[in-house]
């Protein structure tokens, strides 16, 4: 019986000790696999964001060669860049024959050379277009230890011309390597795709250009050659000696890998000392049984001499005795022979037994831990309550006890345990107490928290990415701005015409460049789901003849025809005008480039259509050069374009085809191609647009072209406040504003410009948005708090792309946007714009009755006159427009500022019979849905129709609308020609329901 005891419990305490073993190793493969997932998500970002810095230094470099220059100004640019990179001893660049001439803290004395560093000599032999990372070294113009990431530079020839690099502080990584908590014994290090060690920590030596250590353990040998980008497994250190479990991941698509270890000493030391006690304890028990044993038996053939008359009784009460003892003795030793700690508690919550690792926990003998209340007492007050409420439950149910509680121990540490028990039965059955033990799950939550925070740093980084790209379309956008506008001022000088042919080369190069940075910027933000469809009525035809006018004078240039066939599609239609032009621009700009002879068509096929509205198939067919059908499958990748030959001919980025099928799938169609070499193609997209409604516009406004001279001829002298803080832009803009007649004053700065817009009056105001001390939007909150200054127009002068900001522009109380880099021809339209409508406004004229919409002003009060509106709207200048409209079409309004008050005047006994309701969204007291609520409740035999007025009209605001019972919405701000079309709609319905 002994033996088999024995066997039993060697069983349990191997098995234990194995999963005990099996769960430490998994968990710190996890924990190695997370660490270098951390940090190379932290040197993708950095590489990658370096990498792209040296890409537009070697690209300026080439730009300067083509033109025949030499860039005196690139040291400039490339400390430009330095700034832009933390953790960076450098940015620097060399001639061919390794002299270092560009960059920043060079000395015009110490001549440097880096032809025999061996990322020079690397980058030399490969001659691709591709980065390479040096080999550590000591950097002589600091003094540190750096790491080269390199792009060697060309020649427009092709030519190699040298090399530009970036020298990352090594100290910097160190420090960020030394935050990596990996044990006593683990390690850190940073190498190649050669095994060639650039950092590790502890550090075993600095290697450089002339001493390499490599890691020579077969199972990295084996990862690499195998191709793997990440691996875990355990191996002995060839540096060291050490036994560890070991992580790489190689970083992005660069040829450098992260490696993580853990000694398994570390990870085992625990285990270990499991694996003594446990030895120690069979050993005891081992000893203890046989003593007992001996005992046992001793005294048994003592009682049998005694004793022969009361044989039988005496035998079976000292086997029962014997059974009882054994028992009680085998609970105890598995009791204190598990990892848990163990106990067992009545029915009364009374302790009636606990295992001594609760003495050494709680650091207080076992006798004392019970008549306090047993461990009960040593849970978390904040968990307290969790565990009676378990307790309670285990009682009604007559089931399992189980709950998840904290425990402080003697030395004050809190520790985490799940908890279980189960009922223990009396020989009828009824329960008597409950078994249980505390399993400490301390280290998997922190297991747990360590993953939650990898996955908040990989967030983080995608954050970053985007904040870099807002940047970058920033900084890039306002030189720019620079450029092209200076460019127009020149051309309008007298100058001679081999300088004009060089400008306009200027002008087209920057235009080239700025199509590209909105290609990328589109892209980017389709990659990051943030580009949203917007949703407006437009006429169809105006969109495809938009696009053909654009390119109009390239065809003709060329001797191309450009027709139009918008076939029997519905000409209103619904969904986003401005990127449905941009798709058949892409694909229309692309056809007059591949044809030298023929003509372009393009044309929209209906292919479905019902109450939901249609399926638009549109087509540009030209008669070019074709693509050959094996490259029809790539050519909406992106960077594609069919072959490498097309590519240098007729040059682009391979972005265009992509972007326009991505906003294809956005519309709900989607997008391709079919063609035959030399015979021409035809490039397809389709979309789902919903049914729209309007009517033309009127020309309100002048043509770009026209503005300037319709400026001078009838705003000469007008006030304009420029607030801009760049210098150059600023010079920029007040030339050309002066061009055109305009008094121009100007603030450096958002406070600035609050400062004199309270000293005097002007007519318009241009605000950038970006500015130290005070920035534009800042600025334009100050201004709108000043009376006077409620309906002043204000247009923001924007670099960043995103709909975002430009939505940020219109809450913060600006009128309209014009985006960097300023066209002069769209400015001054602009301000043609804005100049007629201030003046407008500020004279009170009265409109016009021969346009449009005084035609169709005239309309409305002939068919419904005597008409009463109801306008429920909070805001007093949004007020003022839908009334003084309403009223212009001889409609008679009242009007009520919120719910509360539009309810009030529904109530009244004198009210006017309101044929149509507008109500606006967001009003305090009540707003629009809950007015709408309160009417169809209360006055439901009325039926009247109630139009939405909403800034916001997403497809879950127009639910929300009709939800509410709503029957139409109009957009804000409120285009009189929208205004119009529904009223005269919901005025005739109401008069055929009635």
């Known amino acids: 019986m002994f033996m088999l005891v024995l066997a039993v419990m060697c069983g349990i305490v191997v098995y234990s000790l194995m999963q005990s073993y099996r769960n430490q190793r998994r968990d710190a493969e996890e924990t190695v696999s997370n660490l270098t997932l951390s940090l190379e998500n932290f040197l993708n970002t950095h590489f990658s964001v370096a990498d792209r810095i040296l890409k537009v230094a070697v690209d300026e470099y080439l730009q300067a060669s083509r033109e ?46 880096v ?85 590790r920590l502890p550090q075993v030596r600095m290697v450089g250009d002339e ?55 570390d990870v085992l030391a625990d285990w270990w000392k499991d694996v003594r006690n446990n030895v120690i304890f069979l050993l005891l028990f081992v000893i203890a049984g046989g003593v007992l044993y001996t005992a046992l038996r001793r005294s048994w053939h003592e009682r049998e001499n005694v004793l022969v008359t009361l044989e039988n009784k005496d035998s079976q009460l000292e086997r029962t005795v014997t059974e009882l003892s054994v028992s009680e003795e085998r609970f105890r030793t598995l009791a204190e022979g598990l990892p848990e700690m163990s106990w067992i508690v009545d029915r009364q919550g009374v302790t009636r037994f606990l295992c001594s690792k609760w003495a050494e926990f709680a650091g207080i003998n076992l006798s004392d831990l019970m008549i306090s209340g047993g461990w009960f007492e040593l849970v978390h007050p904040d968990d307290a309550l969790a565990v009676k409420d378990a ?92 450029i092209i506008g200076l460019t127009h001022l020149l051309r309008r000088d007298n100058m001679q015409p081999r300088q004009v042919d060089r400008l306009e080369k200027v002008d087209s190069a920057a235009g080239h460049l700025l199509s590209i940075i909105n290609d990328i910027l589109d892209i980017s933000k389709i990659e990051a789901g943030k580009l949203q469809l917007e949703t407006e009525d437009f006429h169809l035809s105006i969109v495809m003849d938009h696009v053909r006018s654009l390119l109009a004078d390239q065809a003709a240039a060329k001797g191309l025809s450009f027709t139009v066939d918008p076939d029997g599609v519905p000409v209103w239609l619904r969904g986003d005008a ?51 059908p094996e490259a029809l499958p790539r050519l909406f990748n992106k960077f594609e374009q069919a072959d490498i030959a097309i590519s240098r001919t007729y040059g682009g980025t391979g972005l265009g085809l992509a972007i326009t099928k991505r906003l294809a799938q956005l519309m709900g169609g989607d997008a391709g191609a079919s063609s035959e070499p030399g015979k021409g193609s035809i490039f397809w997209l389709t979309a789902r647009l919903h049914h729209g409604h309007g009517v033309m516009p009127t020309n309100a406004f002048a043509r770009a072209a026209d503005a300037r001279q319709l400026i001078l001829d009838r705003f000469r002298h007008s006030s304009v406040l420029l607030v801009e803080d760049n210098a150059i832009n600023r010079e920029l803009a007040m030339e050309l504003l002066h061009g055109a007649g305009l008094a121009v004053d100007v603030a450096e700065n958002g406070s600035e410009a609050v400062s004199m817009a309270r000293a005097r009056a002007y007519d318009l105001v241009l605000m950038d948005i970006q500015m130290p001390v005070m920035d ?110 309403l009223e212009f079409a001889g409609m008679h309004v009242d009007l009520a500022a919120d719910g509360v008050e539009a309810l009030a005047r ?43 007025m909403t800034a916001s009209a997403s497809d879950e605001d127009m639910q929300a609308c009709m939800a509410a019972g709503m029957n139409d919405a109009v957009d804000k701000p409120i285009q009189p020609e929208q205004l119009y079309a529904v009223l005269q709609k919901w005025l005739r319905h109401r008069r055929s329901v009635q």
């Not at 400390?79 to 001439?101: S, W, Y």
């Not at 020839?157 to 040298?162: K, Q, V």
């Not at 001054?828 to 406004?841: C, R």
Request: aromatic share 8%; net charge negative.
């Open 68 to 113: 025949g220059r030499q860039p005196p100004d690139f040291s400039q640019s490339l400390g430009k860049f330095e700034r832009l990179l933390p953790n960076t001893a450098g940015v620097r660049a060399c001639n061919a024959e390794g002299d270092v001439i560009y960059g920043v803290d060079l000395s015009s004395t110490q001549k440097l050379s």
């Open 115 to 199: 032809a025999g560093r061996q990322f020079f000599k690397e980058v030399q032999a490969s001659r691709l277009d591709m980065p390479v990372f040096g080999l550590p070294l000591k950097s002589r113009v600091t003094g540190n230890w750096v790491l080269p990431l390199v792009r060697p530079l060309h020649q427009a020839d092709g030519a190699f011309a040298g090399a530009v690099y970036v020298n990352t502080d090594v100290y910097a990584l160190n420090a960020i390597f030394q935050e990596i908590q990996t044990g006593q014994h683990g390690t850190v290090a940073l190498f190649d795709a050669d095994r060639r060690i650039y950092i």
């Open 211 to 265: 001493v390499v250590v490599r890691f020579e353990a077969e199972e990295t040998r084996k990862a690499l050659a195998d191709g793997r980008k990440e691996a875990v497994y355990t191996t002995v250190s060839s540096l060291d000696g050490w036994k560890r479990i070991v992580g790489f991941r190689r970083i992005g698509n660069y040829p450098l890998y992260v490696l993580v270890s853990l000694s398994e000493d």
């Open 391 to 482: 307790w309670n439950r285990a009682l009604a149910t007559d089931g399992e006890f189980h709950v998840t509680c904290r425990i402080c121990s003697h030395d004050g540490n809190l520790r985490t345990f799940d908890v279980n028990g189960l009922p223990q039965r009396d020989g009828e059955g009824h329960i008597v107490a409950w078994i249980g033990s505390h399993f400490d799950i301390t280290e998997r939550e922190s297991t747990q928290l360590v993953l939650a925070a990898a996955k908040e740093e990989a967030e983080a980084a995608n954050r970053a990415k985007s904040l870099f790209l807002a940047n970058m379309s920033h900084e890039i956008r306002t030189p720019l701005n620079a």
């Open 578 to 628: 401005v990127r449905l032009r941009q798709a058949l621009l892409n694909y229309a700009g692309n056809a007059i480039k591949f044809t030298e002879r023929g003509g372009i068509v393009l044309r929209a096929v209906l292919l479905e259509q019902n109450d939901d509205g249609v399926f638009v198939r549109f087509e540009i067919e030209d008669s070019g050069i074709g693509i050959a």
């Open 776 to 885: 534009g939007l800042q600025a334009t909150r100050s201004i709108r708090t000043i009376p006077e200054w409620q309906v002043v127009p204000i247009v923001a002068m924007t670099a960043n792309a995103f709909a975002d900001d430009r939505a940020a522009c219109k809450l913060a109380g600006m009128n309209d946007f014009i985006g960097k880099p300023v066209d002069p021809d769209m400015l001054y339209a602009l301000i043609y714009k804005w100049l007629t409508t201030a003046k407008a406004s500020s004279a009170q004229a009265e409109p016009q009755v021969d346009g449009l919409q005084g035609k169709i002003a005239l309309a409305l009060q002939q068919e419904f006159p005597d008409t009463y509106l109801l306008v429920v709207e909070d805001e007093m200048i949004n007020q003022m427009v839908v009334k003084e409209n």
């Open 906 to 948: 529904l109530g009244e006994d004198a009210r006017p019979s309101y044929a149509l309701i507008f109500m606006d969204l967001h009003m305090p007291r009540m707003d629009g849905l809950q007015t709408t609520r309160q009417i169809r409740r209360l006055h439901a035999k009325l039926d009247i129709p109630i139009i939405a």
